[in-house]
């Protein structure tokens, strides 16, 4: 059975920087790709970054410059870093993926950017 764990997420001041972390377990990790996605509070879940089962990435628009996703399949593991974080950066953040045609999704992870 696919397993999605996140984690790293909290509570960081305006500006700050925080790194996410999402562990596959029950799946051979470097056949997927990744992405990172996120839902705030009465808005519909988005993309935030994704990455191939290589090194190849995209990112939304709004959080180019400022996250960096990456992967280590050694560990089995997607990191999502997230600095000079933004109000507007408020969401559950989700792990997600792609076997093919499977998708599977971690649970979330809370990130609040005080102002």
């Known amino acids: 059975q696919v397993q999605l764990v996140e984690s790293g997420g909290g509570l960081v001041q305006a500006g700050g920087s925080l790194r996410l972390s999402c562990t596959a377990s029950?799946?051979?990790?470097?056949?997927?790709?990744m992405g990172w996605y996120r839902q705030a509070p009465g808005k519909q879940r988005e993309l935030v970054a994704q990455?191939?089962?290589?090194?190849?990435?995209k990112y939304a628009d709004s959080v180019k410059g400022r996250f960096t996703i990456f992967r280590n399949n050694a560990e089995n593991t997607v990191h999502l870093q997230m600095n000079s974080l933004k109000p507007e950066d408020r969401a559950v953040y989700y792990c997600?993926?792609?076997?093919?045609?499977?998708?599977?999704w971690g649970q979330g992870t809370q990130v609040t950017v005080s102002s």
């Open positions: 029950g799946t051979t990790f470097s056949l997927a790709a």
């Open positions: 990455i191939t089962t290589g090194t190849d990435t």
């Open positions: 997600r993926g792609i076997w093919g045609n499977y998708d599977y």
